[in-house]
């Protein structure tokens, strides 16, 4: 049986869907306040896991 690959986003991805500038994004990812997920790094890039967001998000809805 197949394991089913999570789908992740690099920084630009993330910045469009929240339409957010880098700077913005850096301090969100310092801000334990803000609760954004932590990336995962690959070739040393910053990628997120679109799952994670999708409950970032649920939960910025629920603290609204």
Do not use: C, H
Request: hydrophobic share 40%; aromatic share 10%; no cysteine.
């Amino acid at each position: 049986m197949s394991q089913v690959q999570p789908e992740f986003l690099n920084a630009k991805a993330v910045r469009a869907r929240y339409s957010i500038s880098e700077p913005t994004l850096w301090r969100w990812e310092r801000d334990p306040d803000v609760g954004l997920p932590k990336p995962v790094l690959i070739a040393k890039r910053r990628y997120w896991r679109l799952a994670d967001l999708i409950a970032f998000e649920a939960q910025q809805q629920r603290a609204s």
